[in-house]
């Protein structure tokens, strides 16, 4: 038996599901493995799914694991295209495989510094956590950029995007570098921030390119 089949297969109803196909046909089409079959039988030894005539229906516990997958899945492509600017293709392969073993908490984590987006990059919609629902309020970001922090809070820079590649050397010797502690002392005419009792202006442009989270 292969779980990763087996996670592949979950997957696939769960998505299929949406499109409101639940065929057992149409789950051996779109996994292309000739175990598939035999292995939908299997899954229904174990408890993961119902096979009704020629669909398939979820139970609770593959239901669950299904949506685990999923949630990883489409989290971790977030990640990759969006903040890493992984391709498209390359999001989806990596995310593929980190969704067999990325554990609940980090998933809860990546969904949080992400400021839990309701969708992939594809756009199909990834499936709450407990971390999503505890921040309903606002769905405030966990990273921000420097350009939208609060004046007088104190926060860790996460990583910088500079879009010119030779600004990166100047701000490191400022001492703007990921991991320094500022504190935002003002937005205007210029951002001035505090870093180990220095205080540094730097312009809008480059505010927009700091992400920080708050640091109490
Ligand atoms: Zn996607
Ligand atoms: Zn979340």
């Known amino acids: 038996m292969s ?10 109803i769960w998505a299929l599901r949406e499109k409101n196909v639940n065929s057992i046909e149409d789950i051996v089409k779109g996994i292309g493995d000739s175990d598939t079959s035999d292995e939908i039988r299997k899954m229904e030894k174990a408890g993961c799914l119902l096979i009704r005539n020629h669909d398939v229906e979820l139970t609770e516990k593959g239901e669950t694991r299904a949506r685990d997958l ?18 498209m293709k390359e999001s989806e392969e990596t995310a593929c495989e980190i ?12 969904c949080s510094f992400l400021g839990h987006p309701p969708t992939c990059p594809h756009g199909k919609p990834i ?10 309020s606002g769905f405030r970001p966990l990273v921000v950029q420097l350009k939208d922090f609060e004046v ?10 500079p879009s010119d590649s030779t ?22 005419p210029s951002f001035v921030l505090e870093i180990d009792e220095t205080t540094l202006a730097v312009d809008s442009m480059i505010a927009e390119e700091i992400y920080v989270k708050e640091h109490q």
């Open 152 to 161: 007088g809070s104190r926060g860790r820079i996460v990583f910088i995007r």
């Open 127 to 136: 499936p709450r956590g407990v971390c999503c629902s505890k921040y309903k």
């Open 3 to 12: 779980s990763t089949l087996r996670d592949e297969i979950l997957e696939l």
């Open 167 to 188: 600004r990166l050397e100047r701000l490191s010797s400022m001492g703007i570098i990921a991991g320094s502690i500022i504190k935002l002392k003002q937005k205007r």
């Open 99 to 110: 969704e067999h073993f990325l554990s609940p908490s980090v998933t809860d984590s990546v």
């Open 70 to 87: 999923t949630r990883r899945h489409r989290l971790a492509e977030r990640l990759f295209h969006d903040v890493l600017d992984v391709s």
